[in-house]
T-cell receptor, first 110, second 116 residues
Framework: SQQGEEDPQALSIQEGENATMNCSYK?????LQWYRQNSGRGLVHLIL?????REKHSGRLRVTLDTSKKSSSLLITASRAADTASYFC??????????FGQGTRLTINP | DAGVIQSPRHEVTEMGQEVTLRCKPI?????LFWYRQTMMRGLELLIY????????DSGMPEDRFSAKMPNASFSTLKIQPSEPRDSAVYFC??????????????FGSGTQLSVL
């Protein structure tokens, strides 16, 4: 079963705009991770946020975590064409079983 | 660092044939994961190893699937016999396996498997 569920499934915006993707999960977590997948490629780790953190930044990425609502969001500011990809959240079911959501397909239009 | 290396990049085979996918994890990583990705089912964890020992293979769909990790630098995923519904992209990933940042996974480029 999917632990994380992303919303929306697809998002299309203009270059320069901000993109926000959401993730909900079901069980308690130690951390939550976000990954990016370019077409035809493997997943690339973007950011890990621990359960005791509420917000984390990395360059143009901002991740928030609300453990009371079992949800997280990924914000990409000042989007670029190169940000076009699928974005996945992932959480652990058990010790090392990292489970991914279905992903959000992000398209940045020039 | 060359990253996680998978081979072959593409595999086309006929139903009933044996398929072997290969993976070389990042040196020093203690955990190795095999995932399968399809449009219908998304990313599914098939099996993972810790220190070369299989820990959880509950995601392996059938007895036709088997995975081995004979040493810290090599793993195989075998499908015998293969069926058209096995067509998917198979990813191998590795990590340090330690709590926190060590739980980040590094993925290979995947093997695109087509079973005709």
């Amino acid at each position: 079963s999917q632990q994380g569920e992303e919303d929306p499934q697809a998002l299309s915006i203009q270059e320069g705009e901000n993109a926000t993707m959401n993730c909900s999960y079901k069980t308690s977590i130690n951390n939550l991770q976000w990954y990016r997948q370019n077409s035809g490629r493997g997943l690339v780790h973007l950011i890990l946020i621990r359960s005791n953190e509420r917000e984390k930044h990395s360059g143009r990425l901002r991740v928030t975590l609300d453990t009371s609502k079992k949800s997280s969001s990924l914000l990409i500011t000042a989007s670029r064409a190169a940000d076009t990809a699928s974005y996945f959240c992932a959480t652990f079911q058990g010790a090392q079983k990292l489970v991914f959501g279905q992903g959000t397909r992000l398209t940045i239009n020039p | 660092d060359a990253g996680v290396i998978q081979s072959p990049r593409h595999e086309v085979t006929e139903m009933g044939q044996e398929v072997t996918l290969r993976c070389k994890p990042i040196s020093g990583h203690n955990s190795l994961f095999w995932y399968r990705q399809t449009m219908m089912r998304g990313l599914e964890l098939l099996i993972y190893f810790n220190n070369n020992v299989p820990i959880d293979d509950s995601g392996m769909p059938e007895d036709r699937f088997s995975a081995k990790m004979p040493n810290a630098s090599f793993s195989t995923l075998k499908i015998q016999p293969s069926e058209p519904r096995d067509s998917a992209v198979y990813f191998c990933a590795s990590s340090f396996g330690t709590r926190g940042e060590g739980e980040k996974l590094f993925f290979g480029s995947g093997t695109q498997l087509s079973v005709l």
